[in-house]
């Protein structure tokens, strides 16, 4: 099977997505589909031997939409760079842009010929009531020949979509908003135009004076605005892969023979050494081979601060170099590189759906059809019933007035919008702070979890050995301790001597130089320096050498996992350095945040029971299981789920790929430019655990929106379909004017992309 998503071309509302996945999945050789309104794509997993993307779009032309369907870059001869800007598909909000362009003449001509329309239909309704002199006859005989021009280029121009929507609907039997919208002002418009050519011979049978062209002109430009509004509303909810493009450099300077040459992205390969110059972009994912700077990572990681960056770390392709000059190794080119994985994963998140949408589709595939019956049933009612109360004249006035009211005001757009949009702004600003959500349903999964596990190492500490403590025994200070022993352990590569030398570094000490340097086995090292000799290592090589310690002392900090190096000379005992994995400085705020949310918060270690209890103590856990083994995880996982609870599991996404599996919620601790995630669904980046109180955060407030734009899609329909209809008309006399009909569906679009856009906006 292959799996590819493609972007469709000619979707107004969400039945059209409802239609465009139903014929699809009527095909030979389609497995499944997946149609976003919210973001106009198709997913579709098909099987090549049976059908193709041209062949899918040749399936759903007839009814209006086609598919995007690129040829590839291998059949055309070109590297992906070449490709794309030949089709121009980075021009996609380009393209989008002109279509909103097109939309905003025909608002800009529509508003006009609106206002008119309604302020002739408000001064013949007041002076019906004597609120204002009745029109003249010579501006009546004006607004009688005007309004039918007027409402011709509303219905035919303006309105061309609709028209081909009631093509759609007669040819091939699916109907989708355009059909409503269509049939609604078409009736208005061809009544309006039989009673005028017509008027003495149906002056006896219905009242001629009325017609419905303002109706027609009206319910169009509002309609048309409301679209304007919400296509541009929409481009806003994409700017996430907007400015993650954007942060993609074009070009690259790379030595080639000793010159620096000036190459495209695309062209970069494994290997190739490239200069970083002040304020430049770093063009792809590699390792820094000479030099140092300060990188600012913000839109990768969501750190505001530049980081340090020297010879032998990480730099991402897309951050920025804010002083230094370097050069650095190419690694990961190309779609490997991270900025390039992130774009990859945002995008599918913001097309996949949510599992609370699934009755938002279920609806939306069925409202059209519904809408068109109840519209009918309706009017037929107000022909048989109201015609005895009412005469025939009046009823079928009224009968029109319900009749196009409720094709109008049922627009399922608003319901379609409801999921999507939010889900796009809220995956859009989860990337801008560093944490990537693999799709919709676990975002919507992370707002129930009750209870977080986390893994200890790499987690809630940093993973790695670090300096933690200093304690001298003689007249040296802490800097000459820490300068002798690092001069020392830089001869050594165990873990806990590069601990101690990246101690030193950092503080910029001034190593001395090391003579007669020699490795004790087992026990430590030795060297000459200034022509003393000076011992480091363990207890056992200060037994050796017959210096008192104190083993209590010693004892207790290595029961919380703490490892002692000690620094003497022959005779005498210097000091002692503690090297420990050191708790990460957010990670007690972060606990503290989850308990205040209500949340169980687990840990979980490999370690022994003291320096799991000690590392609980230092970030406020209470519940410790130490000493597991990964299975052990993945069955801790399953108690707590047949417990009922709804279980997060936090770790480094290697050891606890089981655990992170089995979780309703796994989330990986992905750091430097690494983002194995294929066991979990979300990633923080930098390792970063308070970015796990944002993520549950941003999953509440995006659920909170989907949740009130469910609302008002459903209370639009709820209240305006039987007020459409007439069912108040026999009590108040109320009857729903077609004119607010569509004002109210233009604002319930217009109000819940607003609604989604206010994610954008809220604090994590």
Request: glycine share 8%; net charge neutral; hydrophobic share 45%.
């Amino acid at each position: 099977m292959h799996t590819q998503t493609y972007r469709v071309k000619g979707m107004h509302c969400a039945s059209c997505s409802a239609i465009i996945e139903k014929t699809f999945k009527k095909v030979a050789g389609v497995q499944s589909a997946e149609v976003n309104y919210g973001t106009e794509k198709a997913k579709v997993s098909f099987d090549p031997s049976q059908t193709n993307p041209h062949a899918l779009s040749k399936h759903i032309e007839p009814l209006g939409y086609s598919l995007e369907v690129p040829v590839t870059a291998e059949e055309m001869g070109m590297s992906a760079d070449e490709h794309a800007a030949h089709l121009g598909l980075n021009q996609s909000k380009k393209e989008k842009l002109a279509e909103i362009a097109d939309m905003g003449t025909k608002v800009a001509v529509s508003i006009p010929l609106a206002i008119f329309s309604g302020f002739v239909m408000a001064w013949e309704i007041l002076a019906q009531f004597s609120v204002v002199p009745a029109v003249p006859y010579v501006w009546s005989e004006f607004f009688h020949h005007i309004l039918p021009i007027m409402a011709t280029y509303m219905l035919f121009v303006v309105g061309k979509a609709y028209l081909r929507g009631i093509y759609t609907f007669l040819r091939y039997g699916k109907a989708n908003m355009d059909t409503l919208i269509g049939i609604g002002t078409s009736v208005a418009f061809m009544y309006s135009a039989i009673v005028m050519a017509f008027e003495e011979s149906l002056r006896q049978f219905i009242n001629v004076e009325h017609t419905y062209y303002d109706v027609a002109i009206v319910v169009i430009a509002f309609i048309t605005l409301g679209k304007y509004l919400e296509a541009r509303a929409k481009v806003k909810t994409g700017d996430a892969i907007e400015k993650l493009l954007n942060l993609q450099a074009k070009t690259a300077l790379v030595l080639r023979d000793g010159q620096e040459v000036e190459v495209p992205v695309g062209q970069l390969a494994h290997g190739d050494v490239i200069v970083v110059k002040p304020a430049g972009k770093i063009p792809v994912d590699g390792v820094i081979v000479e030099g140092t700077s300060f990188v600012d990572e913000s839109m990768i990681t969501g750190e505001a601060m530049p980081v340090q960056k020297s010879k032998g770390e990480l730099v991402v392709g897309g951050t920025l170099n804010t002083s230094g000059s370097f050069t650095f190794k190419a690694t990961k080119v190309g779609s490997e590189t991270l900025l390039a994985h992130i774009i990859t994963m945002v995008e599918e998140a913001q097309g996949s759906k949510a599992p609370i949408q699934a009755l938002a589709d279920k609806i939306s595939s069925i409202f059209v059809p519904a809408v068109l019956v109840i519209a009918f049933v309706s009017l037929g009612a107000w022909l048989l019933v109201g015609t005895q109360y009412l005469g025939f004249s009046q009823a079928l006035s009224l009968g029109l007035v319900s009749f196009v009211g409720i094709l109008v005001i049922a627009c399922p757009c608003a319901l379609g919008l409801a999921t999507p949009t939010a889900i796009i702004v809220g995956v859009g600003k989860g990337a801008k702070e560093g944490i990537l959500i693999k799709d919709a349903a676990t975002l919507e999964r992370l707002n129930k979890v009750d209870t977080v596990v986390v893994d200890k190492t790499g987690t809630l500490t940093k993973g790695k050995p670090e300096l933690v403590s200093i304690k001298k025994y003689a007249e040296l200070s802490d800097k000459e301790i820490v300068a002798i022993l690092a001069a020392l352990e830089n001869k050594s590569e165990h873990p806990i001597a590069h601990a101690v030398v990246s101690y030193a570094k950092g503080k910029g000490y001034t190593l001395p130089a090391v003579e007669s340097f020699g490795a004790i086995k087992g026990k430590g090292i030795k060297g000459t320096i200034d022509g003393r000799e000076y011992f480091a290592g363990n207890v056992k090589l200060m037994t050796d050498l017959r210096l008192s310690v104190d083993h209590n002392a010693i004892q207790k900090e290595t029961s919380n996992g703490s490892t002692p190096v000690f620094l003497s000379s022959k005779d005498q005992l210097l000091g002692v350095v503690m090297v420990a994995d050191a708790v990460k400085p957010e990670a007690k705020e972060a606990v503290s945040k989850l308990r205040n949310m209500g949340i169980r918060v687990i840990m979980l270690s490999g370690d022994d029971k003291n320096t799991a209890a000690h590392i609980a103590r230092q970030v406020g856990i209470d519940e410790v299981i130490a000493e597991v083994m990964p299975e052990d995880k993945l069955n801790t996982i399953k108690k707590l789920q047949s417990e009922g609870r709804v279980v997060a599991m936090a770790g480094d996404g290697v050891n606890d790929a089981p655990a992170l599996a089995q979780a309703d919620v796994g989330i990986a601790m992905a750091t430097g430019t690494d983002v194995a995630i294929e066991s979990a669904g979300i990633a923080l980046l930098n390792g970063d655990i308070s970015k796990l109180v944002k993520a549950i955060t941003l999953s509440k407030m995006t659920m909170r929106g989907i949740k009130q734009n469910l609302f008002w899609a459903f209370f639009y329909n709820i209240i305006g379909i039987p007020l459409a209809a007439g069912a108040l008309y026999p009590v108040f006399g109320w009857l729903l004017n077609p004119v607010f009909a569509g004002l109210a569906m233009a604002f319930s679009s217009v109000s819940v992309v607003g609604n989604s856009l206010r994610i954008k906006a809220m604090k994590l």
